[in-house]
């Protein structure tokens, strides 16, 4: 046998085999493919939530965005349930991106869907979408006015909704949130002594956040203000207040103090 036609066999021998697999990996993908594609459309919806209870988001969504292009646009028993479903697989994912596509997903429900069942839970997703995107209390807080504004929506839109006392809930959260931003920002005022652009500060959060977590310190952050502004006689109010509210308190002893030395005076 020449040289060169026993080389050729060898290759030949060689490439078959491996073209063969490639074929048969072809063949079962196409196979699985075809498979997929005739899943019927409640399976796959089935399967998507359960991906979803296991905590799979990624795989769920492209399940559910393959029925988006399935299901006709006018399927108001299926299509609205795929579309909260991918709404959810998006926040339950976290992020700041995936709760940007969570909320135009649920904004869309609303708009398409509102008098549907879901659609008081909708409207509360969405306030979550916004507290979800909240800043640190040193930062901007307009995602905290904006969450604010929609759980308010629940209960004026949904007002027998079992959603109305979380939405609630959530907005205590931000509220204290912007008391939380108001005493940093007296803090950073009072530190550098500027104690009048302080006591501003401190006032707003006794006005308009009375449930502050911090009410203690904010009541002797501002006598003590009010005393390096020559105020005495205010800052006694705010000290006696705190001394009465928190009579355990860590700052009621130094309120104590403060009062004494001023009625030495």
């Not at 063949?27 to 075809?34: I, N, P, T, V």
């Not at 507290?131 to 209960?155: C, H, M, N």
């Not at 909704?161 to 205590?172: F, L, N, R, T």
């Not at 530190?191 to 006005?207: E, P, T």
């Amino acid at each position: 046998m020449p040289r060169k036609h026993g080389l050729r066999l060898v290759r030949a021998s060689r490439i078959f085999p491996a073209f063969a697999l490639l074929l048969l990996a072809s063949l079962a993908c196409h196979r699985q493919s075809k498979v997929h594609a005739v899943q019927p459309i409640d399976q796959v919806y089935r399967d998507a939530v359960h991906k979803i209870d296991k905590k799979r988001y990624y795989k769920a969504r492209a399940l559910l965005q393959s029925l988006q292009t399935r299901l006709p646009q006018d399927d108001r028993e299926l299509l609205p349930l795929v579309q909260l479903k991918l709404a959810d697989a998006f926040y339950l994912d976290g992020g700041v991106l995936n709760l940007g596509e969570a909320l135009g997903a649920y904004r869309n429900f609303i708009t398409y869907y509102p008098q549907r069942e879901e659609a008081p839970y909708v409207q509360f997703q969405v306030g979550m979408c916004y507290f979800g995107q909240v800043l640190a209390p040193d930062r901007d807080q307009a995602l905290t006015y904006q969450a604010i504004s929609e759980f308010e929506k629940v209960g004026r839109l949904f007002p027998d909704s079992p959603y109305v006392a979380k939405a609630a809930d959530q907005i205590v959260k931000c509220r204290e949130r912007l008391a939380a931003h108001e005493f940093v920002i007296g803090r950073f005022y009072y530190v550098r002594k500027s104690y009048l652009a302080a006591a501003d500060r401190f006032r707003v959060i006794l006005d308009k956040y009375p449930n502050f977590s911090r009410t203690e310190e904010t009541l002797y952050f501002l006598g003590s203000a009010l005393i390096s502004t020559a105020n005495p006689d205010e800052a006694r109010l705010y000290f006696e207040r705190l001394i009465h509210e928190f009579p355990a308190g860590k700052f009621s002893r130094s309120a104590k103090e403060l009062l004494e030395e001023q009625k030495k005076g």
